[in-house]
């Protein structure tokens, strides 16, 4: 017997506890004046300001206005004047027209709506607020105002624990040193944090910056970007998978599938890591750098392990490190270093002996030239070769058509350029040379080999046409088959032609491909849920007695919600006073 009354008891308690969780908590109210009117607003309070103002309070909120009309069975009021409504500490909003359901807890402004966070202050003109999803919404226009910029958007979504406001449609972040133009954009007041989704814009004095998908920090004004995302400064574009900038520092970086283009020299520069810094005008680029100077007749390719590039676009100067290859229409050449100073037209081919003594090498047509360092002379207008000199045991060597090869070798070389193909070659101190002779008939007759103070060497169509010897010390024509095969070459002669260069897939032969960092990309948004509930027919957000056509609560992509102001309540005093009157003459007859 004492099993089942027990079990009774239990139930009946947590069906009283139940019944009690689930009661709707009444919305309380305080009013200088408090008078109805069932003409105008059956079954509701009319409550009026004399010398404070009319007061609600429910669960957690509190409203402050001047008038209001208060339907207390549906738990319903709608406020008029110098509204002010308060969530805790965190959370405040002045109108000049509001209503709110005490049962959905759901919240609507109008007029001059401004809602204030520590960090943020919202306005617009018409604002809903679900106090159980902890959500504002607009879709007619809003500002957001943060310590550091300005946002604006047509339609905005703000989550209060979060600290997030989402913006959709028209959003623009103004600031004093950039504005930003997004599809959609995601702002985290407390940290500043903005995410770009959609074709974004970010446009100051020295820079835009475009980008698909991207992460700005607008207190600390950096971000990075990420799918078809580019930087446009003054002189250059910045293009990569992925791209970080800081405008504070004026410093950009890029990775994996980078292009830098030079918009003023027609240059452009390609690898998969590059840094550029805007105020020093510099770029540095690495892994499969390529530097490419782009013109209509004659375009210079330049590959190394690092390229870089400084100055100012009158007085840009190329620099590559280490494995540096080049390459022309009709030249091509090797060396371990690289410096290439535009406003002068000299390009330099350096031997740095990182990897030992390994000297620079050009090719042009069957000629290979070597030295201790190479310089071409270009004309800086024409861009056009002039002329090289090549310092220190310079070596020049001709592959002949019978196999053997030509040579030249001494102190310092000269060349001389016409429309880029050399004509003549001057070489100067200590010279020797070694040649395979024909006659008049292009027949072999044997090999030369002859000593002299210089010589002169002059082209036709890249091949060796005359040689001129100047205070010769000796020579000697010897038929070939008296030349020994072992004297063939001369001291330090060393053959490369299987090195040249051909095309521009040549410049990479023998090279790994680098390894490309996993770019970490940025997810798009949740879609977050609709913002209104579907409802049924007679279970109203707000109340039937709300000014809002049930329509306008409903999901939809915007509208600008404009009303005709109502009867404001302090009009109804004459209705009032015949009350007052009316109750006056009852009590009398009573």
Known sequence: MIKPYFTSLLFIILFSFSGYAQKTQEINYDSDRTLKNEERYPGALILSKVENQVYFDHDGIEVWCDNAVFYKEANF?????????QQGDSVSMTSNY??????TEFAFASGNVSMRRPQTTLETDSLFFDRIKQQAYYRSGGTV?????????RI???????DKYSFISDVVVTNPEYTINSEQLDFYSESGHAYLYGPSTIVSETSTVYCERGFYDTREDRGHFVKNSRIDYENRILKGDSLYFNRENSFASA????KVIDTINKSRVTGHYAEVYRDKDSVFITKKALAASLQERDSLFIHSDTIMITGKPEKRIIRGFYNVRILKEDMSGKSDSIYSNQETGLTKLINLKRFGDKKPVLWSGSNQMTGDSIHLQSNPKTEQLDSLRVFEDAFLIQKDSIDGYNQVKGKVLIGLFEDNEIYEVNIDKNTETLNYMRNDKDEFI??????????KILFEAKEIKDIYYYNQVNGKLTPEADFPPNSRKLNGFNWRGEERILDKQMLFEGEEEPELIKIKGIPLPDEPDKFFDEREKNDPLLDKNSRLNPKVLKNREGDSLKFKNEVPVDKLKP????????STQQ???G
């Open 77 to 85: 009021f709608k406020a008029y004047g110098n509204i002010r409504m």
């Open 98 to 103: 509001a209503e709110y359901n005490g049962n």
């Open 145 to 153: 105002r943060d310590t550091a910029s300005v946002l604006t958007s």
């Open 156 to 162: 905005g979504r703000y989550f209060m624990e979060e």
């Open 255 to 258: 990775t994996n599938n980078i």
């Open 446 to 455: 044997g090999i030369n080999k002859a000593e002299a103070s210089s010589i």
């Open 575 to 582: 209705t009032e006073e015949k009350e007052k009157e009316n």
């Open 587 to 589: 009590n009398k007859e």
